[in-house]
């Protein structure tokens, strides 16, 4: 949850309770005012001080009634200055917002871009809630990786105990099988530091159950993925870190080529994969909204006639693929197909990754 503390004095309470709605109706937010959230029988002070510390963001109300007010409310915006100092800069955490025109209450304020609500309340608001949701996508990419963990361990145990066999259909830019530490520790945007961590765990041990429930005797595997590796343009990653991703994926490619080639077929789409999507068998779909980056928004799905019209459009997505692949033909035996879509999506992924290397080797001799 992203915790949102609201200061404000009490003339502008019908406008801090406005704010207060509007945060609350977003899914993952947790905002805080005293007036609804300050229990009987609570130590005001030590309560406001310890949620205001927990707090993700701190939202100062300013008019011309809190400007020069004294109390309480300039106690708690010097408590959210005096965190926002020991914060990364980059980190938006203290949100001023002008409710009219007026002069800020502390010089120390004129270095953080305030928001104003007036003279168009929904402009300044959209600004606000942006703001606000921002790490949920980031919360998001932690949730659907704990549900992916548990789903996929309940079907190992279900696989191993049935011995029956399963399709697994993954359509992806090779994320569920080369996903290493994601920030490798750094800081993540929008994220506490205790946050990345668990973020950079949790798609590590999301990559490595995926793998085992792919290595089971009793899976076969459908998987079209997208041979842009995006990563390799990102300024976010060393060359050492680059290449510790490219080399995770060779590995699980070669290892289907050599022990699964009866049960593998892995397909590089040129024309791009739309969207992450796992489905296990005919009992649970993960579909990933591509307008989230693949991660985020996430559906789920367990009633068959849906999974089965997932399945329906996946394989016609997989035979046009195939079909638009002079390179891959038709063969008279499973396993010379399968060895042939997979070599020819390592020459694929190969090719981009020989590109990349030789702009890295022009840049430096550049320099």
């Not at 949100?95 to 025109?101: A, V």
């Not at 765990?201 to 429930?213: G, N, P, Q, S, V």
């Not at 990653?237 to 290892?255: G, I, T």
Request: some cysteine.
């Amino acid at each position: 949850m992203t915790k949102v503390f609201i200061s404000y004095v009490r003339e502008d309470q019908d406008e801090a309770l406005d704010l207060y709605k509007a945060l609350k109706s977003i899914p993952k937010v947790k905002p805080w005012i005293d007036k609804e959230d300050l229990l009987p029988g609570e130590h005001w002070p030590s309560t406001i001080k310890k949620t205001i510390r927990e707090s993700e963001f701190f939202i100062s109300l300013l008019s011309k009634n809190s400007v020069d007010k004294k109390g309480v409310f300039r106690a708690e915006l010097k408590q959210a200055l005096d965190i926002y100092r020991k914060i990364p800069k980059d980190k938006v955490f203290l949100i001023p917002i002008r409710l009219e025109k007026c002069s800020l209450p502390i010089k120390k304020l004129k270095s953080i871009q305030y928001v104003d609500l007036f003279p168009t309340k929904d402009k300044g608001m959209k600004k606000v809630l942006r703001v606000v949701n921002r790490p949920y996508e980031y919360l998001g990419r932690i949730d659907r990786a704990k549900y992916i963990i548990e789903s996929v361990e309940s079907f190992i145990k279900e696989i191993k105990k049935n011995k029956k066999v399963i399709e697994i259909r993954i359509r992806a830019t090779f994320t569920s099988m080369s996903n290493i530490s994601h920030y490798f520790g750094k800081k993540i945007p929008g994220l506490f530091i205790q946050q990345g961590r668990e973020y950079d765990r949790l798609l590590k041990e999301e990559r490595d159950i995926i793998l085992k429930m792919l290595n089971l005797e009793h899976v076969k595997l459908k998987c079209i993925c997208w041979p842009k590796m995006r990563f390799l343009s990102s300024d976010y990653y060393n060359d050492q870190e680059k290449r510790k991703r490219v080399n995770l994926l060779k590995s699980f490619l070669r290892n289907s080529l050599e022990k699964y080639l009866d049960s593998r077929q892995i397909l590089c789409d040129e024309a791009g994969a739309y969207g992450n999507q796992l489905i296990i068998g005919n009992q649970l779909a993960i579909v990933a909204n591509p307008e989230s980056g693949g991660y985020t928004k996430t559906s789920t799905f367990k009633d068959q006639q849906t999974i089965d019209v997932l399945i329906k459009e996946y394989d016609i997505l997989f035979r046009r693929i195939q079909k638009r692949k002079k390179k891959i033909g038709n063969f008279n035996t499973v396993k010379l197909r399968n060895k042939n879509m997979l070599l020819n999506t390592m020459n694929t992924l190969d090719s981009e990754f020989e590109m990349w290397k030789n702009k890295v080797k022009k840049s430096k001799l550049k320099k």
